[in-house]
């Protein structure tokens, strides 16, 4: 029986029979299949429409003017309604009657009396209050005896039969729950017999749910349910719901017609509230029950409750004149969505899909017991606070469905739909219901194309053996990891295959450019692991993968030991065991292959001889022989080929020293040359540095040329900003004239090389106004519609003496730009400089890095690139996937012991320790850290010592080791900026921290364990400002501890934790100690040592451990 759609005619609202199809084509154009007239029969004394005194004439109201019978009028009204694809429904009183009624004058004894024969008034049920019944003294109770039962069911069938012979089809049976199962069960049997399609609904509201249930079975098809007082919260409804199924098909309405109007539950009067209530509360019933019922006047959110006594058809006309509101059209999208979708009709699975507790409800609807067997869906959301937005995520709304209902759809009318795909939380606004249905594919998949299915069994057969998670991989392969000369590459994969036979894997590596592969054996570690290790000999790229197949011959080995050892026959084994040999040799090459071809004469030479096989076959020259001839059966290879970037080791351990050229005169009023910087080696030197780094050394423009501390306007000989490059006398392949020739700057080279160090220079890809380039290739900058060059800028910084280049016009690149970029950069590969310091890199595209420094590293594969970005985190990373050797961090805002334990672990310990190589700035000429203006000597300390030893790679700009950090007010920079005007230091001024530096360095230099980067570990050590850590090489052969006070203005003391776990010592051992800042010798005791960190004698203190057997 398809669920209804009923609309609740109200006969006294309607007024006379004779009016009552004049409503018919409003309910039908709602969508409503069905009207619900309520008793329109005579009454009683109290004239109320439910205190039936016979059904066999019309309540006055009804009949009006109306001559005609009764059976007339009604059949009148039933054709009409059946021409408006209707069918009408009215109430069925078995339980009680008026006290007048006709039936207690026929039937007195059926009649529940007292003892001095007065008539019993029934208490019925209140939906509101369950706890507050309803005495309803104008009604007589029918007395359900048994003894009556046969006359009672003789009699109300023939009242419903009457009923059901005027064209009504179904009966609303008003406190069913009064009468016993048995008399319903004996009465609806006689009817559905008799009147195929007469349905019949029973009214239980308010009633005990265990008297309710007990009507299942006798024949309801629909029962109205309790959702209309349901709070979407409570237990309460959803278990009375499930159980309720088994009485009949739940019918919901939005309002009850005993009941109050809904409207009075409004928090205020104002139209727009009540209208979003009661769409609210119209879409959950809609959702909640198989059927609907909406009562008279509820479509025009009307505020008269209807009285069964004294409602009026004026109450209607005032309604219908000027309404409230008017849903008529949202209600009939409504139900047209109902009419629509079999979930929404029929419940064969009804579930709460959000949490018991949850602000939003999400409920399921299918159309059968399971979602396999479902062919539609629906899904109710509804918020019930009345204040409150709130949201439901779509993924579990789907997950609940089944998986067979993809194309889950908003359909709730008269709102822009969710867009569920979005993935984004659904929001509902206060008292939001949304309903999203969705139907099974009728599509069913074609069976697979023979050939095409071969040809992908043969494809995954190729790899029987299981390779995965191979480490280390960047990004699936897409990117290399980073080594350096020297290391070895540790190559771990998961290895396994079906069954039980023995495996073997290898790492396959070679150099990128070389033909063939080498392999290196990989072996057991655990649980499946396997690991690998090769060299890295060559200052290249290398590829590898991995290798694994099943070992046949080690699988041979280990079947026949077991069945010898236990004494079980083994001649077969052995033939099988001189087959795989024979079957080997005729595979092998070379020196293998007659070994091979060899045995396998030996053994068919003495196969009588069972010993001697089994001996030769088992024996570790044979077994070797084997391995290396492997037939390497079910050979699998892993799905791509990994990457490794073999830098020199100068990429991963150096230490830089930053200057200006120009201002290594000594002179403010000179512009230095390559001369003076020459002479200033020895000083560079002397402090232990590696690397001697210039900004730009190319011509400066002229035009918007910056003066002192970046003011707009220069003065007569101000220099200019270096960063402004390319003037009159070239552009990014020449150089600045005050500061010499190229034959200057070889000399330079050579010599910087005689003092142990190199020359690192700056490859900004900048211009100013005045560079070739601008004239000679206008196409790769960006103008203005003014036709004017657009200058750089990175907000809030402006930079007016420069313009960028543009790598893209539209969606396409320059190729020329590109191509002369990279001829720049080998340019100067080809003067002697291999270590370029780019700035702002995160401000050029990803894809021209990956490509020019991938080209120049081809010829130049030692050339080094330190990307400055100071940027976001996954700029910073991505720009060191892509081929930066090395790159600026955040260490130089790292102030705290806690967040610099939190940064350096995630350098070290994750993923970005394969491929980010931080090289450790203490200060630049464009930053001059907060902690550096503020902490005096101390903190110049302080940094210089965590730079030093957390990072094989670190740096300084000169001045720092002169404890130089006065600021412009209020900014990270410095006053009379290098950058902008030529300094002159006193480089022997007083407080400096040379020494300190020199001596640092030659601890680095010292240690093979501060010469790397992955191998911190922090210790424990309580006090907040005190950051303890340790190095260690592989072997254990070297381990450094470094404490340092972060607060360079209070001394600050603590214990801490010695590893001595790390040598395998006991926590009370006694370890030897070297204070490589003092150069004193003593030991420890325990693992729990104190450290007093005073900042004006000693912030700082690094130790050497020297564990027993060490001299």
Same mark, same amino acid.
């Given at each position: 029986?398809?669920?209804?759609?009923?609309?609740?005619?109200?006969?006294?609202?309607?007024?006379?029979?004779?009016?009552?199809?004049?409503?018919?084509?409003?309910?039908?154009?709602?969508?409503?299949?069905?009207?619900?007239?309520?008793?329109?029969?005579?009454?009683?004394?109290?004239?109320?429409?439910?205190?039936?005194?016979?059904?066999?004439?019309?309540?006055?109201?009804?009949?009006?003017?109306?001559?005609?019978?009764?059976?007339?009028?009604?059949?009148?009204?039933?054709?009409?309604?059946?021409?408006?694809?209707?069918?009408?429904?009215?109430?069925?009183?078995?339980?009680?009657r008026a006290r007048e009624a006709t039936l207690v004058e026929d039937e007195p004894d059926w009649f529940r009396r007292r003892h001095d024969g007065s008539l019993i008034?029934?208490?019925?049920?209140?939906?509101?209050?369950?706890?507050?019944?309803?005495?309803?003294?104008?009604?007589?109770?029918?007395?359900?005896?048994?003894?009556?039962?046969?006359?009672?069911?003789?009699?109300?069938?023939?009242?419903?039969?009457?009923?059901?012979?005027?064209?009504?089809?179904?009966?609303?049976?008003?406190?069913?729950?009064?009468?016993?199962?048995?008399?319903?069960?004996?009465?609806?049997?006689?009817?559905?017999?008799?009147?195929?399609?007469?349905?019949?609904?029973?009214?239980?509201?308010?009633?005990?749910?265990?008297?309710?249930?007990?009507?299942?079975?006798?024949?309801?098809?629909?029962?109205?349910?309790?959702?209309?007082?349901?709070?979407?919260?409570?237990?309460?409804?959803?278990?009375?719901?499930?159980?309720?199924?088994?009485?009949?098909?739940?019918?919901?309405?939005?309002?009850?017609?005993?009941?109050?109007?809904?409207?009075?539950?409004?928090?205020?009067?104002?139209?727009?509230?009540?209208?979003?209530?009661?769409?609210?509360?119209?879409?959950?019933?809609?959702?909640?029950?198989?059927?609907?019922?909406?009562?008279?006047?509820?479509?025009?959110?009307?505020?008269?409750?209807?009285?069964?006594?004294?409602?009026?058809?004026?109450?209607?006309?005032?309604?219908?004149?000027?309404?409230?509101?008017?849903?008529?059209?949202?209600?009939?999208?409504?139900?047209?969505?109902?009419?629509?979708?079999?979930?929404?009709?029929?419940?064969?699975?009804?579930?709460?899909?959000?949490?018991?507790?949850?602000?939003?409800?999400?409920?399921?609807?299918?159309?059968?017991?399971?979602?396999?067997?479902?062919?539609?869906?629906?899904?109710?959301?509804?918020?019930?606070?009345?204040?409150?937005?709130?949201?439901?995520?779509?993924?579990?709304?789907?997950?609940?469905?089944?998986?067979?209902?993809?194309?889950?759809?908003?359909?709730?009318?008269?709102?822009?739909?969710?867009?569920?795909?979005?993935?984004?939380?659904?929001?509902?606004?206060?008292?939001?219901?949304?309903?999203?249905?969705?139907?099974?594919?009728?599509?069913?998949?074609?069976?697979p194309d023979p050939a095409a299915s071969e040809a992908l069994l043969l494809k995954l057969a190729e790899n029987r053996v299981a390779v995965e998670r191979v480490t280390?991989?960047?990004?699936?392969?897409?990117?290399?990891?980073?080594?350096?000369?020297?290391?070895?590459?540790?190559?771990?994969?998961?290895?396994?295959?079906?069954?039980?036979?023995?495996?073997?894997?290898?790492?396959?590596?070679?150099?990128?450019?070389?033909?063939?592969?080498?392999?290196?054996?990989?072996?057991?570690?655990?649980?499946?692991?396997?690991?690998?290790?090769?060299?890295?000999?060559?200052?290249?790229?290398?590829?590898?993968?991995?290798?694994?197949?099943?070992?046949?011959?080690?699988?041979?080995?280990?079947?026949?030991?077991?069945?010898?050892?236990?004494?079980?026959?083994?001649?077969?084994?052995?033939?099988?065991?001189?087959?795989?040999?024979?079957?080997?040799?005729?595979?092998?090459?070379?020196?293998?292959?007659?070994?091979?071809?060899?045995?396998?004469?030996?053994?068919?030479?003495?196969?009588?001889?069972?010993?001697?096989?089994?001996?030769?076959?088992?024996?570790?020259?044979?077994? @070797?022989?084997?391995?290396?001839?492997?037939?390497?059966?079910?050979?699998?290879?892993?799905?791509?080929?990994?990457?490794?970037?073999?830098?020199?080791?100068?990429?991963?351990?150096?230490?830089?020293?930053?200057?200006?050229?120009?201002?290594?005169?000594?002179?403010?009023?000179?512009?230095?040359?390559?001369?003076?910087?020459?002479?200033?080696?020895?000083?560079?030197?002397?402090?232990?540095?590696?690397?001697?780094?210039?900004?730009?050394?190319?011509?400066?423009?002229?035009?918007?040329?910056?003066?002192?501390?970046?003011?707009?306007?220069?003065?007569?000989?101000?220099?200019?900003?270096?960063?402004?490059?390319?003037?009159?006398?070239?552009?990014?392949?020449?150089?600045?004239?005050?500061?010499?020739?190229?034959?200057?700057?070889?000399?330079?080279?050579?010599?910087?090389?005689?003092?142990?160090?190199?020359?690192?220079?700056?490859?900004?890809?900048?211009?100013?106004?005045?560079?070739?380039?601008?004239?000679?290739?206008?196409?790769?900058?960006?103008?203005?519609?003014?036709?004017?060059?657009?200058?750089?800028?990175?907000?809030?910084?402006?930079?007016?003496?420069?313009?960028?280049?543009?790598?893209?016009?539209?969606?396409?690149?320059?190729?020329?730009?590109?191509?002369?970029?990279?001829?720049?950069?080998?340019?100067?590969?080809?003067?002697?400089?291999?270590?370029?310091?780019?700035?702002?890199?995160?401000?050029?595209?990803?894809?021209?890095?990956?490509?020019?420094?991938?080209?120049?590293?081809?010829?130049?594969?030692?050339?080094?690139?330190?990307?400055? @970005?100071?940027?976001?985190?996954?700029?910073?990373?991505?720009?060191?996937?892509?081929?930066?050797?090395?790159?600026?961090?955040?260490?130089?805002?790292?102030?705290?012991?806690?967040?610099?334990?939190?940064?350096?672990?995630?350098?070290?310990?994750?993923?970005?320790?394969?491929?980010?190589?931080?090289?450790?700035?203490?200060?630049?000429?464009?930053?001059?850290?907060?902690?550096?203006?503020?902490?005096?000597?101390?903190?110049?300390?302080?940094?210089?010592?965590?730079?030093?030893?957390?990072?094989?790679?670190?740096?300084?700009?000169?001045?720092?080791?002169?404890?130089?950090?006065?600021?412009?007010?209020?900014?990270?920079?410095?006053?009379?900026?290098?950058?902008?005007?030529?300094?002159?230091?006193?480089?022997?001024?007083?407080?400096?921290?040379?020494?300190?530096?020199?001596?640092?360095?030659?601890?680095?230099?010292?240690?093979?364990?501060?010469?790397?980067?992955?191998?911190?570990?922090?210790?424990?050590?309580?006090?907040?400002?005190?950051?303890?850590?340790?190095?260690?090489?592989?072997?254990?052969?070297?381990?450094?501890?470094?404490?340092?006070?972060?607060?360079?203005?209070?001394?600050?003391?603590?214990?801490?934790?010695?590893?001595?776990?790390?040598?395998?010592?006991?926590?009370?051992?006694?370890?030897?100690?070297?204070?490589?800042?003092?150069?004193?010798?003593?030991?420890?005791?325990?693992?729990?040592?104190?450290?007093?960190?005073?900042?004006?004698?000693?912030?700082?203190?690094?130790?050497?451990?020297?564990?027993?057997?060490?001299?």
């Amino acid at each position: 029986m398809p669920a209804p759609r009923i609309y609740n005619l109200h006969p006294l609202l309607a007024g006379p029979i004779e009016g009552w199809a004049a409503h018919l084509e409003r309910v039908a154009g709602m969508g409503f299949d069905w009207v619900y007239v309520n008793a329109f029969f005579e009454p009683g004394a109290s004239g109320s429409i439910y205190a039936v005194r016979r059904t066999d004439e019309l309540h006055p109201a009804v009949r009006g003017d109306a001559t005609a019978p009764m059976a007339d009028l009604v059949r009148g009204f039933t054709r009409a309604a059946r021409g408006h694809g209707l069918r009408v429904m009215t109430d069925f009183m078995a339980a009680h009657r008026a006290r007048e009624a006709t039936l207690v004058e026929d039937e007195p004894d059926w009649f529940r009396r007292r003892h001095d024969g007065s008539l019993i008034p029934p208490m019925l049920a209140n939906p509101e209050d369950p706890f507050r019944p309803r005495f309803m003294a104008d009604l007589a109770e029918v007395d359900f005896d048994e003894a009556y039962r046969a006359g009672q069911v003789e009699r109300f069938a023939a009242e419903a039969e009457a009923l059901l012979g005027l064209g009504i089809d179904g009966l609303r049976c008003s406190t069913a729950y009064k009468a016993p199962p048995a008399f319903w069960r004996d009465l609806l049997g006689r009817l559905k017999a008799g009147h195929d399609g007469a349905v019949f609904l029973a009214a239980t509201l308010g009633a005990p749910f265990e008297q309710v249930m007990a009507l299942e079975g006798v024949g309801f098809d629909w029962v109205l349910d309790s959702s209309r007082w349901w709070n979407f919260h409570d237990d309460w409804y959803l278990e009375q719901a499930e159980r309720l199924r088994r009485v009949g098909a739940p019918v919901a309405f939005p309002e009850e017609h005993n009941t109050g109007r809904l409207g009075h539950e409004a928090p205020s009067g104002d139209p727009k509230t009540i209208e979003r209530l009661y769409r609210a509360r119209y879409l959950a019933s809609l959702g909640l029950g198989d059927g609907i019922l909406m009562p008279m006047g509820f479509e025009y959110g009307s505020l008269k409750n209807l009285d069964p006594i004294r409602t009026r058809p004026e109450d209607w006309a005032e309604d219908a004149r000027s309404p409230r509101i008017d849903l008529t059209a949202f209600i009939a999208a409504a139900n047209r969505l109902k009419a629509g979708v079999p979930a929404l009709q029929d419940g064969g699975l009804v579930r709460r899909v959000s949490a018991p507790n949850g602000r939003v409800l999400s409920l399921l609807r299918l159309d059968a017991g399971t979602p396999v067997a479902a062919t539609s869906a629906a899904l109710l959301l509804v918020n019930p606070d009345p204040a409150r937005t709130d949201g439901v995520a779509a993924g579990p709304l789907l997950t609940a469905a089944g998986g067979r209902f993809a194309d889950l759809a908003d359909k709730t009318p008269e709102v822009e739909p969710f867009a569920i795909e979005s993935g984004e939380p659904l929001t509902l606004d206060p008292w939001g219901v949304r309903l999203l249905v969705a139907e099974s594919s009728d599509e069913t998949p074609s069976a697979p194309d023979p050939a095409a299915s071969e040809a992908l069994l043969l494809k995954l057969a190729e790899n029987r053996v299981a390779v995965e998670r191979v480490t280390p991989e960047l990004d699936g392969g897409r990117f290399p990891v980073k080594r350096v000369v020297g290391d070895v590459l540790e190559v771990e994969a998961d290895i396994f295959s079906d069954g039980h036979d023995r495996l073997a894997a290898c790492v396959r590596y070679r150099p990128a450019g070389e033909g063939g592969w080498r392999e290196a054996p990989m072996a057991p570690v655990d649980n499946d692991r396997w690991a690998g290790r090769f060299a890295l000999t060559k200052n290249t790229r290398y590829v590898y993968t991995v290798e694994a197949w099943r070992d046949v011959f080690a699988s041979w080995r280990l079947e026949v030991t077991k069945k010898n050892d236990a004494g079980v026959a083994i001649g077969v084994e052995l033939k099988e065991g001189r087959d795989l040999v024979a079957r080997t040799a005729e595979k092998a090459m070379g020196a293998d292959k007659a070994a091979l071809d060899a045995l396998v004469e030996e053994l068919e030479g003495r196969t009588d001889d069972e010993g001697f096989q089994l001996a030769r076959l088992l024996s570790t020259d044979v077994q @070797a022989l084997m391995r290396r001839a492997d037939l390497r059966v079910n050979r699998s290879v892993y799905g791509r080929d990994l990457g490794v970037t073999v830098d020199r080791p100068a990429a991963a351990n150096a230490a830089w020293y930053e200057i200006f050229p120009r201002s290594m005169s000594d002179d403010p009023k000179r512009h230095g040359t390559f001369d003076d910087v020459i002479a200033k080696l020895p000083y560079v030197r002397d402090m232990g540095f590696d690397v001697l780094y210039f900004p730009p050394i190319h011509p400066i423009g002229r035009t918007n040329r910056k003066g002192r501390n970046n003011s707009l306007k220069a003065r007569a000989g101000d220099p200019g900003s270096p960063y402004a490059i390319g003037a009159e006398e070239g552009g990014h392949d020449a150089l600045h004239p005050e500061l010499g020739t190229f034959d200057d700057f070889a000399r330079l080279i050579g010599a910087a090389a005689d003092h142990g160090l190199e020359i690192a220079i700056d490859f900004a890809i900048q211009c100013s106004p005045d560079h070739p380039w601008i004239k000679t290739n206008p196409e790769w900058f960006d103008w203005r519609p003014d036709g004017t060059l657009k200058f750089a800028e990175n907000p809030p910084k402006k930079y007016e003496d420069i313009s960028n280049v543009a790598f893209y016009r539209g969606d396409e690149p320059i190729p020329s730009l590109w191509q002369e970029l990279y001829r720049v950069v080998t340019f100067w590969c080809d003067k002697g400089v291999k270590t370029f310091r780019v700035d702002n890199p995160h401000t050029k595209p990803f894809p021209f890095w990956e490509w020019m420094i991938g080209e120049v590293q081809k010829s130049h594969p030692d050339a080094v690139f330190l990307a400055e @970005a100071f940027t976001r985190p996954k700029v910073m990373k991505r720009l060191a996937k892509v081929g930066f050797t090395q790159s600026y961090s955040y260490f130089t805002w790292r102030d705290r012991k806690a967040e610099m334990a939190e940064y350096l672990t995630e350098l070290t310990q994750e993923e970005a320790g394969e491929f980010m190589r931080p090289n450790f700035f203490v200060n630049t000429p464009d930053i001059n850290p907060v902690f550096l203006q503020t902490s005096g000597r101390p903190g110049f300390l302080i940094r210089a010592t965590l730079a030093a030893t957390l990072s094989p790679v670190y740096g300084v700009y000169s001045g720092f080791e002169l404890c130089e950090g006065t600021p412009v007010p209020g900014k990270e920079e410095y006053l009379d900026s290098e950058k902008y005007e030529v300094r002159a230091w006193d480089w022997d001024r007083p407080g400096n921290i040379r020494a300190e530096i020199t001596r640092l360095n030659q601890i680095r230099r010292e240690n093979p364990a501060l010469q790397k980067f992955t191998n911190l570990s922090f210790l424990n050590a309580w006090n907040d400002t005190v950051l303890v850590y340790a190095k260690f090489t592989e072997n254990l052969d070297n381990a450094v501890l470094v404490a340092v006070n972060m607060d360079p203005r209070n001394a600050q003391g603590c214990h801490f934790e010695v590893p001595l776990w790390r040598f395998g010592l006991a926590d009370d051992a006694t370890i030897g100690v070297e204070d490589l800042l003092s150069r004193q010798r003593f030991s420890w005791t325990g693992k729990a040592q104190h450290v007093w960190l005073d900042p004006h004698r000693n912030p700082v203190a690094v130790w050497r451990l020297i564990p027993p057997g060490i001299a």
